[in-house]
């Protein structure tokens, strides 16, 4: 990649490549701290149009202050923030045509559900018939046809999201900021919702922000993720390739479960882990010498693990512990090698069997070396824990 080329990667995201898509928010270079801490470093990142892209990592990874100043309640120390063209940084909070739904909702207890939702209207001094007309639309749009004259107290946990969101939107906004709106409902209700927003946010025809550290979420609703850790981006890319071609050790764990192994590769669509030789798709990193021997991670989920009779051409291990989870079982295998593997598969295996393991080439994934490789010596270890990482720059 040329030097001018490269200025233009915003954080994984090519621009070239996204010719006739109407970019409605571009971040560049974005900094904030607080009290000298430093909790965004040149976060870097556009959204396109009508898109639903989620800020997805643990708490204190800066997502929500990346909300936090899109929406105008924080300001950056340094960066570019633009709007259709312009500074937003510029624009006061409430000139924005952006609103934000919080987890906690702040709807009024003492209006029906209806007065909260014409709340946006009323300050604006709609004439009564058109706050009747849009109020309602709202309410169909989000499924609560019908609840207008219900007081919050009377109304779900559920329901009180969907008037948050009927609130947001009766106010024709272009973007719609979400920071974890489902984290006080219940699992069976958080995954309703999820199937629920992203079918609002197609009809809507509204560019969706959303942020939440709950993987699953982020890889049902979103069209885009942007992982991120200490305040930096990891990586950016569709649900697919975030699971599929993970940027580093840290991604591959957070994205679902991962069995992390240290490799080495000397030629092209070849790695050695595990004390044996495996095919793989993927070619040496152009930083990479043949013949050479060049350290990597390797990733391969517990899914893509097949069982097998212990031969000399698998990798051999004894089977430690199985738990049923539902759809599958949960098998933990220590290998000859002192790696402890985790399977998931549709049959159950017993504790104390011999079994050798293999892998197509496809299901496994090179990484390059980065600060979150597990530990040397960390063999036992399924992902990626804090303490487990090495403290080299990426």
Not at 154 to 164: E, N, T
Request: some cysteine; glycine content about 8%.
């Amino acid at each position: 990649m040329s030097d001018n080329e490269e200025k233009k990667v915003y954080a994984g995201q090519l621009l070239p490549d996204d010719k006739g898509m109407e970019h409605i928010i571009e971040l560049k270079d974005v900094n904030k701290s607080y009290d000298g801490n430093q909790v965004l470093h040149d976060i870097t990142f556009f959204i396109r149009n009508n898109e639903f892209i989620t800020l997805l990592g643990p708490s204190g990874c800066g997502k929500s202050t990346t909300l936090r100043i899109i929406a105008g309640f924080e300001t950056a120390d340094s960066g570019i923030v633009n709007f259709e063209g312009s500074d937003l940084l510029k624009v006061p909070a409430h000139k924005r045509h952006i609103n934000t739904v919080f987890q906690r909702y702040a709807l009024f207890p003492h209006l029906n559900v209806f007065d909260n939702v014409a709340f946006g209207l009323h300050l604006q001094k709609v004439p009564a018939k058109e706050v009747e007309e849009r109020v309602n639309k709202a309410l169909h749009t989000v499924g609560l046809d019908g609840f207008g004259n219900r007081y919050i107290d009377q109304i779900s946990g559920g329901q009180m999201q969907r008037v948050a969101i009927a609130r947001a939107i009766i106010l024709k906004p272009r973007v719609l900021l979400l920071d974890e709106p489902l984290g006080a409902l219940d699992l069976k209700m958080r995954k309703e919702m999820q199937i629920e927003l992203k079918q609002m946010q197609r009809e809507l025809g509204i560019t969706f922000v959303y942020v939440t550290h709950d993987q699953e979420e982020a890889l049902t609703m979103s069209d885009t993720i942007i992982v991120m850790k200490d305040g930096y981006i990891q990586q950016i890319g569709t649900p697919i390739d975030i699971y599929n071609e993970p940027k580093n050790a840290y991604v591959a764990d957070f994205i679902g479960e991962s069995n992390i192994i240290p490799g080495t590769m000397t030629k092209d669509h070849e790695v050695t882990f595990a004390g044996k030789k495996f095919e793989c798709v993927d070619p040496l990193f152009p930083e990479m010498k043949e013949g050479a021997v060049n350290d990597v991670d390797v990733v391969v989920r517990p899914e893509d693990i097949y069982i097998k009779e212990e031969d000399d051409a698998y990798v051999n291990g004894t089977v430690e512990s199985i738990v049923f989870k539902g759809v599958h079982y949960e098998i933990i295998v220590k290998g000859d090698t002192g790696i402890e593997w985790m399977i998931q598969d549709v049959d159950p295996v017993e504790v104390g069997k011999r079994v050798g393991l293999t892998v197509d080439p496809d299901d496994i994934q090179i990484m390059r070396k980065s600060r979150f490789s597990p530990a040397p010596g960390s063999y036992g270890v399924r992902g990626v824990k804090d303490d487990d990482i090495t403290e080299e720059k990426a």
